[in-house]
């Protein structure tokens, strides 16, 4: 079974400011991993997510994730936040090949300050 | 193109009722899901159908049953509701149900439980 840790589950930044929202997950098997956001009082989108080849992810809003195997880590980052940015990230973890389904780590918000 | 919709919106209930939790899609996805959120905890998968006329439990499924009627709707339905079964409530839906695939969600509904 795999599972998913995000290491913060609070982020205040200022806005133009650089963000990390770390994310490691756990598995037997090879993944896919994926980067979840959920605007308030909204259901959730995907930001971007790693299938196969380059290990740098480039999704949508400026947001770009880069997954590291060695460290079983896939860290969201972006250089420069905007308030429209405040909202919580969801990281997600699927195993290749399994029939497990999509499991969600538990959440960072992020709270962008002028 | 309305993507996902769920009823009601939010709902208050009595412990020990019935309720229905409903979930349209119109996106022509075979797999849907349900999940709960619940602060400090993340989603949890309740239930899924890889296709109509097959469901599977998720993590969470006590208390909880479900439907594949046809490919559009997949209601969750509570027999007799629990206070611990007050949260929030996402459908999502995607196209093929594989571990690849990109979720869709649906706005939610908020269960208060009394």
């Known amino acids: 079974a795999q599972s998913v840790t995000q290491l913060d589950s609070q982020v205040p930044v200022f806005e133009e400011a650089p963000v990390e929202l770390r994310c490691n997950y756990s598995?037997?098997?090879?993944?896919?991993l994926f980067w979840y956001v959920q605007y308030p009082n909204q259901g959730l989108q995907l930001l971007l997510k790693?299938?196969?080849?380059?290990?740098l992810v480039k999704g949508i809003n400026g947001f770009e994730a880069e997954f590291n195997k060695s460290q079983t880590s896939f860290h969201l980052r972006k250089p420069s936040v905007h308030i429209s940015d405040t909202a919580e990230y969801f990281c997600?973890?699927?195993?290749?090949?399994?029939?497990?389904?999509?499991?969600f780590g538990k959440g960072t918000k992020l709270t962008v300050n002028p | 193109i309305a993507g996902i919709t769920q009823a009601p919106t939010s709902q208050i209930l009595a412990a020990g009722r019935r309720m229905t939790l409903r979930c349209t899609q119109d996106?022509?996805?075979?797999?849907m899901y349900w999940y709960r959120q619940d602060l400090g905890l993340g989603l949890r998968l309740i239930h899924y159908s890889n296709t109509a006329g097959t469901t599977g439990k998720g993590e969470v499924p006590d208390g909880y049953s479900v439907s594949r009627a046809n490919t559009d709707d997949f209601p969750l339905t509570l027999a007799s509701a629990v206070p611990s079964q007050t949260s929030v409530y996402f459908c999502?839906?995607?196209?093929?149900?594989?571990?690849?695939?990109?979720?869709?969600f649906g706005p939610g509904t908020r269960l208060t439980v009394l």
């Open positions: 997600a973890v699927s195993s290749q090949g399994g029939s497990e389904k999509l499991v």
């Open positions: 999502a839906s995607s196209y093929a149900g594989l571990s690849t695939d990109t979720q869709y």
């Open positions: 598995s037997s098997v090879s993944v896919y």
């Open positions: 790693y299938l196969s080849g380059s290990t």
């Open positions: 996106m022509r996805h075979n797999a």
